[in-house]
T-cell receptor, first 110, second 114 residues
Framework: EDQVTQSPEALRLQEGESSSLNCSYT??????LFWYRQDPGKGPEFLFT???AGEEKEKERLKATLTKKESFLHITAPKPEDSATYLC???????????FGPGTRLSVLP | KAGVTQTPRYLIKTRGQQVTLSCSPI?????VSWYQQTPGQGLQFLFE???????NKGNFPGRFSGRQFSNSRSEMNVSTLELGDSALYLC?????????????FGQGTRLTVV
């Protein structure tokens, strides 16, 4: 069964304090790994798609990396507006739906 | 380009009633998926439609059903509502079936069952 776990469950950072979020997955053949950001009461907002081990994607203060078993979302010098829940999802090569992790709730304090 | 539109945004229903939620995908997108999000279970896949056909289904009881129309718009129906059905219901669209395209989500419908 495809599974996704994320750690930590919650993370509090001071503005400017860089850190990383982890997404570990077990899937029968990875078609794609996706990162989303979700603000309270809203739908997830797409951030990145990663397809193969070694791949990296960047957007502003965020950088996503992928290995064969996990993905990291690195946040460099975060700002309060980066506060949100970050969700990781995988799509297996034999399926069409996404399996989501429980998310990491990030709070960036000014 | 307009995003994924879900209506209504908020809904309050009584236990035992039924409800229909609507989703209009991004123009040109043919795949529509539905998810239930609760604090305890997170985001759980309900079903996916492509070209009016259900292509995949999650582990939800038969009270949860859906359909897709020829214009790719989709509806989700929940019959005999239970208190535990209270959740944020999210719809996501993708341009193609089974491709490595990211899913784009709507704002969701917040359903409260009392």
């Amino acid at each position: 069964e495809d599974q996704v776990t994320q750690s930590p469950e919650a993370l509090r950072l001071q503005e400017g304090e860089s850190s990383s979020l982890n997404c570990s997955y077990t899937v029968s053949g990875l078609r794609g790994l996706f990162w989303y950001r979700q603000d309270p009461g809203k739908g997830p907002e797409f951030l990145f798609t990663l397809y193969s081990a070694g791949e990296e994607k960047e957007k502003e203060r965020l950088k996503a990396t992928l290995t064969k078993k996990e993905s990291f979302l690195h946040i460099t010098a975060p700002k309060p507006e980066d506060s949100a829940t970050y969700l990781c999802a995988v799509q297996a090569s034999d399926g069409q739906n996404f399996v989501f992790g429980p998310g990491t709730r990030l709070s960036v304090l000014p | 380009k307009a995003g994924v539109t879900q209506t209504p945004r908020y809904l309050i229903k009584t236990r035992g009633q039924q409800v229909t939620l609507s989703c209009s995908p991004i123009s040109g997108h043919r795949s529509v998926s539905w998810y239930q999000q609760t604090p305890g279970q997170g985001l759980q896949f309900l079903f996916e439609y492509f070209s009016e056909t259900q292509r995949n289904k999650g582990n939800f009881p038969g009270r949860f059903s859906g359909r897709q129309f020829s214009n790719s718009r989709s509806e989700m129906n929940v019959s005999t509502l239970e208190l535990g059905d209270s959740a944020l219901y999210l719809c996501a669209s993708r341009p193609h079936d089974g491709d490595q395209y990211s899913a784009f989500f709507g704002q969701g419908t917040r359903l409260t069952v009392v």
